[in-house]
């Protein structure tokens, strides 16, 4: 179980209100250091941000997931660390990876360890990122908000694919075979004891019809998703099962 002590969230500032889009000057990298930036701002750690929650431990770790790494050549980590303005012995992982990986890095969080995840598509798919700050046991950061893993399913029905050093993205997509044997097969192997309030990683109109009432509709599809499912639920001050 990991208790959450702060969260931030960024939204680009172009696109509409069905989806934002990466400005000229943005990437994976700096949608991550400001939803990263918020987080540590909230729990106070930020620079000029006051007074450090009690609750909030010095970032040790980041685990930066997203799939749309930018940095393929020299990595990305010097660059998140002088960004979000950590120091320069944080270990710093880049994982590729969406939603699911997203809620893996954090189930296995221990405290300090600061997980951004950010989405930057070029494919038309809506943009953002997001950050959590894992605390200690008890710590009252976010309300006592705490995830812990209660089932996983390690699968994939790749319909979208694309090739190392090719921009297209090969699009085989069949609705009705993602919808019954991709999230379907997935979700009735994980026998979950009750149904999700909220679902990350599908458009909306999938994921009511896995989810237990209206679920709120998220910002992003990809990794980024997975948190912003989390501040979904604290904003409605509510918790439940997040698929």
Request: charge should be negative.
């Amino acid at each position: 179980m990991v208790t959450l002590v702060a969260l931030g969230t960024y939204l680009p500032p172009w696109g509409s209100a069905q989806g934002r889009v990466v400005g000229p000057d943005e990437d994976a990298l700096t949608l991550g250091v400001a939803a990263a930036r918020a987080a540590l701002t909230a729990a106070g750690l930020a620079a000029g941000a006051g007074t450090a929650d009690a609750a909030a431990p010095a970032v040790r770790r980041v685990v930066f997931v997203t799939r749309e790494l930018p940095l393929l050549v020299g990595g990305n980590a010097a660059a998140l660390s002088a960004g979000i303005g950590l120091a320069a012995d944080v270990a710093v992982v880049e994982q590729v990876g969406g939603a699911p990986a997203v809620l893996d890095a954090l189930a296995e969080a221990s405290p300090g360890t600061l997980v951004v995840a950010a989405d930057a598509p070029q494919t038309g798919q809506p943009a953002g990122a997001a950050a959590v700050l894992a605390g200690p046991d008890g710590a009252a950061g976010l309300g006592g908000a705490v995830v812990e893993l209660v089932g996983r399913v390690v699968r994939s029905l790749p319909v979208h694919s694309r090739a190392v050093g090719e921009p297209t993205v090969r699009d085989y997509s069949d609705a009705r075979l993602e919808r019954e044997r991709g999230v379907g097969v997935a979700v009735e192997r994980l026998g979950l004891a009750e149904r999700p309030v909220v679902a990350a990683g599908l458009p909306a109109r999938h994921a009511a019809a896995l989810c237990a009432g209206s679920p709120p509709t998220l910002p992003t599809l990809g990794a980024s998703s997975a948190l912003f499912a989390l501040a979904a639920l604290h904003d409605l001050g509510s918790g439940g099962v997040v698929l």
